[in-house]
């Protein structure tokens, strides 16, 4: 199984950017995607994460000014970022907890990262 993130950019304060993030290979089914961040000098923080039911979370730093959404059939994750802000900028990385075969025994995999710049 591998992620693949996309979309990261530089953007202007107050922009929008939309993030991807797909699987590919032996999947039976995705529960959690989450998307993280990690800022230079900072720990990586959970961002926003949506479970199988459609049932989402945002950190409070985002709440309202990030949407997260999924597309089962496409085994994609996205993120609409709108009003970025410059403490916005990180390393956004995807992680899916995933059944690999149909035994419930879920495994977590992270993407390679996709960097947001918001900069003026």
């Known amino acids: 199984v591998q992620l693949q993130a996309s979309g990261g950019g530089l953007v202007q304060p107050g922009g929008s950017l939309r993030l991807s993030c797909a699987a590919s290979g032996s999947i039976f089914s995705i529960d959690h995607m989450n998307w993280y961040r990690q800022a230079p000098g900072e720990q990586r923080e959970l961002v926003a994460g949506i479970n199988s039911d459609g049932i989402v979370t945002y950190a409070d730093s985002v709440e309202g000014r990030f949407t997260i959404s999924r597309d089962n059939a496409k085994n994609t994750v996205y993120l609409q970022m709108s009003s970025l802000k410059s403490e916005d900028t990180a390393v956004y990385y995807c992680?899916?907890?995933?059944?690999?075969?149909?035994?419930?025994?879920?495994?977590?995999?992270w993407g390679q990262g996709t960097l947001v710049t918001v900069s003026s």
């Open positions: 992680k899916f907890d995933i059944d690999t075969s149909g035994d419930y025994r879920w495994r977590t995999y």
